[in-house]
């Protein structure tokens, strides 16, 4: 598994424990080496799981060359990895592959348009990693939170103990997903021979404004949130609009996810201001 001390690894970690894994992260696995792939043939591993990647959206747009390097370059030499040791390879990508233009819920035969450097990079690592691995499966997720690291929930919790008034923007949809519960489904798929592209996230889709609103709600947190436009609060990198991931493959192959309201539910019940790293 790479990316094993980030947001998904950490869960991943603990859904897999009674698995053998070999955990792949900074600094001794560094996705820009040439040769990290040796690590992951030394292990010979029946599936890897690639969950590493550079995710800052923003800092990508400010350097995209690291996230190419990263995301698309470090995903091939995985990939070409995976495939030299017969395993199957999992890649997890992201919503921002598209555009945001469309009106209905994306499909994994849509084609990409990424309007991002970030965006950029995990397309091109998805193409990496069908092309160079046979057994590859592109699960693309969207809106992640969970316990270790920064999210949009934590954010949204720590400025409502801090300002009287929230602004969070309302003209962006997509699809919030607890890292927990994509970790649970990842398990499933393991041990599912499906391939290609698949679409995981929590059922359901909402805008930011709508999910701070019931962040707010559901933590018991007085403080109003004002609808914003995305022009109000300009950000280096371009977001899609609209960016709901349709998940009728998923439900095809007989897996489901829960709301994404019982999964903030559960997320919030956890007490994460005692586990956040």
Known sequence: MTGAQGQLGTDLQQVLRGHQLTLLDLPTFDLTDRDCG????????????HAGAHTDVDGAEHNPALAMAINADGTERVARAAAQVGARLIYISTDYVFDGRGTRPYVETDQPNPVSAYGASKCAGEERALACCENTLVVRTAWLYGLRGKNFVKTMLQLAAERPCLKVV????????????????????????????LHVTNEGHCTWHEFATEIMRRSGQKVPVEPITTADMPRPAKRPAYSVLSAERLHHLGFRMPSWQDGLQRFLNTGINSKSA
């Open 38 to 49: 040796r690590l992951i043939t030394d292990a010979a591993p029946d599936v890897v799981i």
């Open 170 to 197: 309302a003209d962006q949809q997509g699809c919030p997903t607890f890292a927990e519960d994509l970790a649970c489904m990842i398990e499933k798929l393991v041990a599912h021979q499906v391939r290609g592209i």
